[in-house]
């Protein structure tokens, strides 16, 4: 049988689309809380929140709950705990680093005690695509359309928060109130995305569609379309790819997003730019208007500078 005839084949069978819906809906949410990730520059939440989702599994498996939902629990809470930490980028690594110890700690002690069996709990951590059941879908369903949501809905704020939390501050953003959010989507998310690439190919659906993306797009808009039009296209080749030659999904998504994130980055620099660049001015004052630019470098007249900057994102 050809590779075509073996793909037209499995997706005949029900796991079989129900990982490909999985990975549909995935693409709309996951690639967007990769943009949060890039933006906040909290890369180390990822690995933290797939200790904390081991540690959710154990609970599961220890009080007879479902592993997945505990996971989905105790990242969201994690997340929600953290964020009076964070306060700068610097504070949330280190609150990362201190939960990623304990949460793994815990679960290892958990199972250990328990006499658990540890392996359904560390196979999840690889994740198995194929055993995404209509749960899974429910989750990555609502992650589809509550993370745009939420981005159309608060794009000014989520624009500034990821820019400069300081000038979000100066603006009158609530951004306690606004990362809080975030980080729960992001710890809510990864815990998602665990049945369908496993804890520790999370990136595929997360972070490297929004690598790429910030390297295409010129505004926040822009950098969420591409994150998940990048995500809709790895996906389905991913999942394509895995089936004609039967290899695992999770790596294979792996490297479609990393070749695509790679291909990006070496574009020449002059046909990308940067979405913080595009904030900056592009020409340089003219001799009518130096006191006016002198004068909004005070601090007295700081917050009338917040609301110049913040203009030049595309409402």
């Not at 809470?77 to 680093?97: E, K, Q, W, Y």
């Not at 294979?252 to 900056?280: C, D, F, K, N």
């Amino acid at each position: 049988m050809s590779a075509f005839g073996q793909v037209g084949a499995l997706l005949q069978l029900v796991p079989v689309q129900r990982a490909g819906v999985g990975l549909l809906l995935a693409a709309l949410g996951l690639p967007v809380v990769g943009v949060v990730i890039v933006g906040l520059d909290i890369m180390p939440v990822r690995f933290a929140m797939m200790h904390v989702a081991l540690f959710g599994i154990a609970v599961g498996q220890l009080v007879g709950l479902d592993p997945v939902l505990c996971a989905l629990v105790a990242c969201g809470l994690a997340g929600a705990g953290v964020a009076p930490l964070a306060r700068t980028a610097d504070a949330l690594s280190g609150a990362m680093g201190l939960l990623m110890s304990l949460a793994i700690a815990a679960a290892l002690l958990m199972l250990a005690l328990s006499g658990v069996n540890a392996n359904g709990a560390f196979a999840l951590l690889w994740g198995s695509i194929l055993a995404v059941r209509p749960a899974d879908l429910a989750v990555l369903g609502v992650l589809a359309v509550v993370v745009p949501a939420l981005f159309v809905w608060r794009r000014r704020e989520l624009a500034l928060l990821l820019h400069d939390r300081e000038l979000a501050l100066c603006s009158g953003v609530a951004v306690p109130r606004l990362t809080m959010a975030l980080l729960v989507l992001v710890a809510v998310a990864v815990a998602g995305a665990i049945r369908l690439t496993g804890a520790l190919l999370v990136d595929a659906l997360t972070l490297l569609p929004a690598l790429a993306a910030r390297r295409l797009g010129r505004s926040l808009g822009a950098i969420t379309c591409w994150a998940i039009g990048i995500g809709v296209v790895v996906n389905v080749v991913g999942l394509l790819v895995s089936l004609a030659w039967d290899l695992p999904p999770g790596p294979i998504l792996v490297l479609a997003a990393g070749a695509v994130a790679l291909a990006v980055h070496l574009l020449p620099e002059r046909r990308t730019r940067s979405w913080r660049a595009s904030t900056s001015p592009s020409t340089s004052p003219s001799p009518s208007t130096s006191t006016s630019t002198s004068q909004s470098t005070s601090p007295s007249t700081f917050p009338s500078d917040s609301r110049s900057s913040s203009a030049r994102w595309p409402h």
